[in-house]
Each structure stands twice: as C-alpha cells, then as structure tokens.
C-alpha cells in the first residue's frame, strides 16, 4: 500500500471488485484509517506534551494526504507558510482578513481551474476546500482577537485569539486526520483547548468516554456508504442525461429525480459521518453536558440524522445537513455582511460565496440560485398559513396531519433533487438537458411565486388581515 502505482495492491483490488474507482477507494481508506490513528492518539498521547500531539497530527494528516493525491500535498503546505507569513506580518488587521480571503481563494480558485474536469473527480482541491475555509475561519479569529472585547458577539468571543498560534499549532489544526480530506471545520481554539486537555474525563483526567459513541456514528456512516452504493446502481444521476430518460414520461422523470435525489447526498452523509466518528473517539467534538448531565459529544456534527430523515421542509433539510459548513459561513461571512442592511442580500452574497467554494462549474450557481428561490417562497408561504387562522386550524387537524405531512414529504423531495440535478451534474449541457426534459417544471413553479404572491396579497390576504384585526407590516411594505 506504500506504492501509489497501479498493481497488485489493496487499493486497486478493491477498487475493482467494488466498482468504484482508486480515488473514492483511497479516500475512504484514508477516513477510516482516522479510528486506529484516534485510538494510538488516546493510549498514547492523550494529556502529553501538546508539541508532541501537534507533531503526530501534522505526520498523520500529511502522510494521509500524500497517500491520496501524491506531491500535490505541497499545495497545502504551501498555502498554509503563505497564510503564517502574512499573519506574522499584518495578523490582527482589517487588511489582513480582505487578504488572506483574497490568498486562501485565489488559491481555490486556481486550483478548481487546473483540476476541473466534466464529471465530479477526487483530486487534491478536495482536501483544499476544507483547508481553505479553516484558514480564513484563522484569519478572522486572530483579527477578532485584535478587536475591543466589547465589539466581539459571543460566538466571535468563543473563538478569538489574542496571540498567534505558533507554526506548529497551526500544522496541527489543519492537518489534523479527522477534519483535514472531508471535514468537519472546527475553529483553532476548540483545537487548542482539546490539546491541552480541556476535555478530559473528569473522573479519570484521561480522554473523554467518548469511543462507543464514536463507533457508532462511525458504523452509521458505513451503512449510509453501503445504501448510497446500492442506489446508485438502480438510480444513477447519468441515466438522466441518457435518450432512455427523455422518453419516459412527465411523472415518472420526476419521481426518478425525487428518488435520485433522496440518496444521491448519502455519499456527502457517509463520508460526514465517518469522520465524525474519529474526532468523537479523539475526544474532539465534547460540547458540555446535556440536561441530564451526561457528557454530548455533537461538536463537530455536520448531520441531524433524524431531522433530516423525517424533515418535511426545506428548512428542515438546511437545518439538519453540512451543519458545520452553514455555521462557518453563517459566521464568517453572513454576520459579516450586517453593515448591508438587507438580509437577503446577505444571503445572496453568501450563496455565492458558498457557490464559488464548491467549484467553478454552472451547476453549482444553479443549484444555490434555485435554494435561494425556493427558500424564499417556503418563507412566504409558512408565513401566509401562520397568519391565516383558517390555514392554521386546518394544519391542526389530527386526522389531517398524516396526510399534510406525505404531501409536504413528497413535494419536498421532488424539488430536493430537482436544483442537485446541476449540483451533481455540473456542466451546462448535462444539466440543461435534464430541465429541458422535465419542461423546467421546477423553475416555472417557484419562479412564478411572486407573482402569484401579489395576487394573494392584493386579494386573500388583505381579506384575511383585515378580518383578524391587524397590519401585517411585512405585507405593506413589500
């Protein structure tokens, strides 16, 4: 397994009888190497010297990187010295955040343009991703550390650092095995804090009892591996870009993008989920205690696996997956936009960041555009059925329920797939086809929501308002 040739090696043996490729094989290899490196970390090293255990992770994370993608590890080194320098340079300073923003995406961007291929290929930008958020999140928090304590929000409070972390320390963080190739992020001061110890068992001062609830996130992320697998065989997203499919009929093209797109993202839940599990075995991810006292150990959970299975809404969906992502970009750069005054030009700006983080690639824009819109109308109509007392009876009906909650169930998983259909798909032509396909179904839906808004509101909704009583100022002012 040394070797990175072809041959008779563990890799290529298994790639061939599983159908996948030496990447994906590599890659997951590489997550689940994650759990006998955690517990070497918890025997061994666990409450030693902090250099030591920065040493260890910074060895682990690059070997595993090199492993992956070869020499192209020194990308990541590269852009890590880059960082450092700047911070010791100019850390601390507004200049320095617009900076390394520009260095750490620069960089990306670059990358996604020698890398990009038509399909969804697991090179060295992969891994890069990661690293590129986890240094800006750096960035920020030094600067936040620069800052009056009195300007800070508490959650900008959390993860402030007053003096830069040394070059070790920041090896460390990045390369550290349970986050470095997939996720999740996790800010430089719960790293540290981890380090040294914060987390220990208090009965024991050893690591935290964490490991049964680590294999056990870990084993539910084989298990979202083993589903994805077996349905991408009867469902895969290359078929929809085939003659076969533009024949079927209307319905069925859009239940098969319905069923697609329920099991299309285990892929993204397997690999969270199995990295989640070595940084729960490391100790990482304790989060304080519940209301019973016992120990939670979700600090670093990128899924709510119930929420998201049993989610009715788009909400429910945003709420429930790539959780540490959407906090990281809720924190770096959504609050970081307050001085534009409108929310929903945050959020666009946001989608877009977040679009551009992904790749380069038309589907990803498309994807994010068509969350925006959809979003927005979900909003709208929550709202109208909250502020129709009509609407809201109607919901409550106990018989009622179990009907609502299939309809909302299955028309949330129509349009779930429908924008991951650029996501997964990438490139114009596979997309467009798809759409073209399904007549834009989807798009003539929402897009034909505001319109349709106007309407209630010049109509059924001014009724309403008048009849409860009161002034719906969101209504007036729109």
Not at 112 to 121: E, L, Q
């Amino acid at each position: 397994m040394a070797s990175r040739e072809g041959g008779e090696t563990l890799v290529s043996y298994l790639s061939a009888n599983l159908g996948s490729t030496d990447q994906a094989i590599r890659l997951i290899l590489s997550i689940l190497l994650g759990y006998p490196l955690a517990f070497f970390h918890r025997s061994a090293l666990y409450g030693k010297s902090p250099k030591l255990q920065h040493l260890y992770f910074a060895f682990c994370g690059l070997t595993l990187c090199w492993f992956n993608f070869g020499w192209n590890v020194g990308h990541s080194v590269a852009n890590i010295l880059i960082i450092y320098v700047m911070l010791i340079l100019i850390g601390g300073t507004a200049a320095s955040v617009a900076l390394g923003i520009i260095i750490n995406m620069t960089y990306l961007i670059v990358a996604y343009i020698f890398t990009a291929t038509d399909g969804y290929d697991i090179k060295w930008s992969i891994p890069h991703c990661v690293l590129t958020l986890r240094l800006i999140g750096l960035v920020y928090d030094v600067y936040d550390g620069h800052r009056k304590v009195e300007t800070l929000t508490p959650d900008q409070k959390a993860t402030a650092l007053d003096t830069l972390p040394s070059l070790l320390e920041v090896l460390g963080h990045s390369y550290y095995f349970g986050g470095f190739l997939v996720g999740p992020q996790f800010p430089m001061r719960k790293y540290l804090d981890f380090v040294h110890g914060a987390y220990s068992n208090p009965a024991t001062g050893g690591p935290p009892a964490s490991v049964t609830t680590g294999l056990l996130r870990g084993f539910m992320g084989v298990v979202y591996l083993l589903v994805y697998h077996i349905a991408d065989t009867y469902v895969p997203g290359d078929y929809m870009v085939t003659d076969a499919f533009g024949y079927m009929p209307l319905w069925r093209k859009l239940l098969y993008i319905a069923i697609w797109g329920k099991f299309v993202l285990y892929k993204y839940v397997a690999c969270w989920l199995m990295s989640e599990g070595t940084c729960i075995v490391s100790g990482l991810t304790y989060n304080g205690k519940d209301k019973n006292g016992n120990p939670r150990f979700d600090g670093c959970a990128n899924i709510k696996i119930r929420k998201y299975e049993w989610g009715a809404t788009f909400q429910d969906i945003i709420d429930s997956f790539n959780l540490n992502t959407n906090l990281w970009m809720a924190k770096y750069v959504y609050k970081r936009l307050k001085f534009l005054g409108n929310r929903e030009i945050s959020q666009i700006v946001t989608l877009a960041f977040l679009s551009v983080w992904h790749g380069l690639h038309t589907g990803y824009m498309a994807n994010f555009t068509f969350e925006f819109i959809v979003m927005k109308c979900e909003k709208d109509i929550t709202s109208i059925v909250q502020k129709s007392s009509t609407l809201t009876k109607l919901t409550e009906i106990t018989v009622l329920k179990p009907f609502i909650f299939v309809a909302k169930k299955l028309f949330m998983l129509t349009f779930l797939g429908y924008p991951l259909v650029g996501f997964v798909l990438l490139t114009f032509d596979r997309w467009w086809k798809v759409y073209s396909s399904v007549y834009f179904m989807g798009h003539i839906i929402f897009l034909s929501w505001p319109i349709v808004h106007l309407i209630l509101k010049a109509t059924v909704l001014k009724k309403s308002v008048i009849e409860n009583g009161y002034t719906d100022t969101r209504i007036k002012s729109e």
